[in-house]
C-alpha cells in the first residue's frame, strides 16, 4: 500500500521492501534526476531483467572502492530508491539505460547476494524546517551556482535557468549537487546529510571551492591568451616590417645584427676555429625569432667572441735604460727584481716570439707587490689588469661557466684579458696564497694550465669553448708566504722575494713617495707642510713595526690631516714638523727599543724570528726553581718549537758538569722556558741556540747580553745548523737595536743580501757549536769553563779534570744556589709541582703556528 506521510506537500512514492542493489563506481544518483547508465556485466544486466518484469525499481548505491563486482561491505549504506525509465540492448549484450531517482533510501541487510545482489530497504525522510533562513541559504546556493555556471565551460546557461525553476530548496541542492565537479565522496556526503539546512551550508562551502578553482584557472588562461594574442600580433608586425622594408631596401634588425658580426670577425682577424664556433652560432641566429629567450643568449656569446682582442697587441718598449729609469721613479730599490724586467727586456730584444714570463713576488704586506706590477706595465707599455684571488672557491671563477647556465660569463682570465684591450698585458693575479676550495672546485688547479708556459697557448674558458693564447701575457703573482701555494702551481712560477725594507730605505720611500703622494691626497703645498727626516724617522721606531711602509703612509696621513686641520681653521699658515711634534700630532709612542732599554738579565736571551710580515725579535725567558726535573714550556709553542726546547735542555744537562753544576742540580730542580706573547703561535725550529743560551744562563746564574741576538737549529751534539729568512731576521734586529748577532756559519754566504750599511752597523758572529754562542752571550763570571769543542768527550783531559773543578765549581755552585734561593722564595716547591703538569698539557695542545722563530 501506499504510504500516506506527506512532505513537501507531495506525496511519497511507494517503494517496496526487497530492492535489488545495483552498485555504481564514481555515481551518485540524487532523487528527481535522471542520469544515463551503461551496464556491461552479466550479473548487472540479469539484475536489470529481473528489475523491468518486476516494479522497474532498483537500488542504486555508490560503491566506497573501484571494484568490478563489490561485496556488501563495499558499498554505502545510504543511497537512492531510482526508476528504470528507458533501457536499450546493445549488440554486445551491455545495456544502456536511462533512470531517474525516486527517493532517499537505506540498506538495512542484505538478503541475496547470488546471481545479484538484493536487500531489505526502508525510506529516510529528509528534515526540512521552512524558515527565513532557509531561504537566504538557499538564494545564495542558487547565486553562487550561477556564478559557477558563468565560469565553468562544462555547464550550459540552460542549466542555471532549470535550477531557478525548482521551488523546493531539497530539489534544488540535489539538482546543483547532481551537476557541479565535486569529487565523489563529497556528492555522498551531500546524499546522506538529511537535514536540508545543513545540506545547502555544506553545499555552499563546495561551491565556493569550486568558484575559486575556476577562477585562477580562468585567470591562466587569460594571461595566456594575452600573451599569444601579443606574441601574435609582434609576430604579424614584424612581417608586415620585413615587407615594408624589403619594398625599402632596407633590412631588419636581425639581419643588421648577424652583418655587424660578421664585419667584426673579418676586422679582427679571429682564429679559424673560433671563426668556425661563431658561424655556427650565427646560422641559428638567424633561424631564430628576436622575442625567443636563446636569441639573447646566442647574441651575448657572439658578443664575447667578437670583443676579444684575439690578434691585437701593444708593442713592447725595449729601450733598457729608460725601463729602468720608470722603474727607479716608481720604487726605491728592489734590485733583484727590476733587474729580471731589464733581463726579460734584452731578451725580448734579441729574441720576438719569446713567451711571457710567470713571476711570483712574495714578500710581507706593504712592501709594494702590488704597485709593482703597474710599474712594469708602465715600463714595458703594456695594458695592465689585476685580479684579486683571496677568498676564491669557485673554480668556474677561472675557466667560467658553461653557456648552459643562465646568466653564464666567461672566466676572470677572459674578462680580464677583454678588459684590457689586448693580448698581451701585464696580468697581475693578487693574493695567490689565499685561494680557498671546497665542494665547487679547487681554483689552484684551474690555474695550472692557465700560468703554465706549456699549456697556456691553448686556454680554454668553459663558455668560450674555443682555445684562446695567453703565451704572450706576462703573468704576475703576488703572496705573502709561498707556504700555502700548490706545490704543483708554485713550479710553474718564478719566485722573487721581495723582504722587508731598512730603517734608511723608508726615510727615502717616505721622502721621494710617500710624502707627495699624501701631500697631494690632502691639498696640501709643499709651502705649507715640511715633515723633517727626524720626524719621519721618529714615526717609523716608535709609531710603526712592520716591514712594508703601509702603516707608516698610514701615520703620515695621520700627520697631515692633523696640519690640515689647524690650516683650514685658520690656526696656522704653516707647520715644519719635528721629532718632537710627534707625541702632539700621533699621541703616546706605540713601540720602543726593548733590547737597549733593558738591562742584562738572566734567563733571558734575544732570538730573531721570521714571520708573515717580516722579521721580529724574539725574547726566550728560562726561570729554575725547586721541582722534580720537569721541563715546562709556555707562551704557545708548536711541535717543532717544544722539540728545540727539549733538545736544549738535554745538551745543557750532558755539559753541565763542565760548568761546575752539581750532579743533582736537575733531579731537584724544574726548568721553565717561556716566550712571552703567549697569544701568537710560534714554530720552528731557528730559537734553538736562543733556547739553549737561556736555559745556561739559569742553570749557571751568569748573565745574557741583551744586545747580542742569536738564531739557529741545535742537535743534541750541541752543532748549530743553518735556517732560513736570514734577511728578515737580521733587518728587525737591526730595526730593536741589536748590535751583534750570531748566526750559524753556513748562513754567512747570505750576508751579501743585506745591506752594506746595515752590515756596516752590526757585527755578526758566525758559530758551528752552542759553545761559541754561549761564549759570545754570557758575560764571563771570573771563573772561565773548560774549553769545549764539536766533541766534548775528545776533548777531556783527564789530569786537569780536579783542577777544574776546584777553580770554577764553588763559583758557579753558589750562583746556581742564589737562583734557586731567588726562585724559591716566589713559589713552594709543591706549587711548583702542582704546576708544571697542567702546563705540560697546555704545551702539547698549542694551536697552529703562523710564526717561525
Known sequence: MPDNDIALGMQEPYIPDILPVLPLKETVIYPHIIVPLLITREEYVKLIDDALTADRLVAAVASKEEVEAPEPEQVYNIGTAAAIIRMLKLPDGSMQLFVQGVQRIRILEYVQRQPHLKARVEKVKEVVEESVELEGIARNVLTQFKKMVFLAPYLPNEIFIAAMNIGEPNNLADFIASNINIEMEEKQELLETLDVKERLEKLTVFLNKEIEILEIGSRIQSEVQTEMSKSQREYFLREQLKAIQKELGEVDERTMEISEFREKMDEIGIPEAARKEAERELDRLAKMPVAAAEYTVARTYLEWLTSLPWNVSTEDNLDIKRARQVLDEDHYDLDKVKDRIVEYLAVRKL????????????????????????????????????????????EAEIRGHRRTYIGALPGRIIRGIQRAGSNNPVFMLDEVDKIGADFRGDPASALLEVLDPEQNHSFSDHYLDVDFDLSKVMFITTANTPIPIHPALLDRMEVLELPGYTEVEKVHIAMDHLLPR????????????????????????????????????????????KVATSIASGKRKSRKIGEKDLHELLGPSKFRFEVLEEDDEVGVATGLAWTEAGGDVLFVESQVMPGEGDLILTGKLGDVMQESAKAALTYCRSVADRYGVEPGFFRNND??????????PKDGPSAGVTMATALMSSITGRKVRKEVGMTGEITLRGKVLPIGGLKEKVLAAHRAGVKRIIIPEENQKYLEEIPAFIRKDLKFVPVKHIEEVLKVALHPD?????????????????????????????????SAKAAVSKAAKKASRPAAKKGSKPASKARKASGKATGEA
Open 351 to 394: 729574441k720576438e716570439d719569446m713567451k711571457g714570463p710567470i713571476l711570483c713576488f712574495v714578500g710581507p704586506p706593504g712592501v709594494g707587490k702590488t704597485s709593482l706590477g703597474q710599474s712594469i706595465a708602465r715600463a714595458l707599455g703594456r695594458n695592465f689588469v689585476r685580479i684579486s684571488l683571496g677568498g676564491m672557491h669557485d
Open 518 to 561: 699624501q701631500f697631494e691626497a690632502h691639498g696640501l703645498k709643499k709651502s705649507q707642510i715640511t715633515i723633517t727626516e727626524e720626524a719621519l724617522r721618529g714615526i717609523i721606531r716608535s709609531y710603526t713595526r712592520e716591514a712594508g711602509v703601509r702603516n707608516l703612509e698610514r701615520e703620515i696621513a695621520t700627520v697631515c690631516r
Open 671 to 680: 726548568m721553565h722556558v717561556h716566550v712571552p706573547a703567549g697569544a701568537i
Open 782 to 814: 771570573g771563573k772561565a769553563p773548560r774549553p769545549a769543542s764539536a766533541r766534548p768527550r775528545a776533548a777531556k783531559k783527564p789530569a786537569k779534570k780536579p783542577a777544574a773543578k776546584k777553580a770554577s765549581k764553588p763559583a758557579v755552585k753558589k
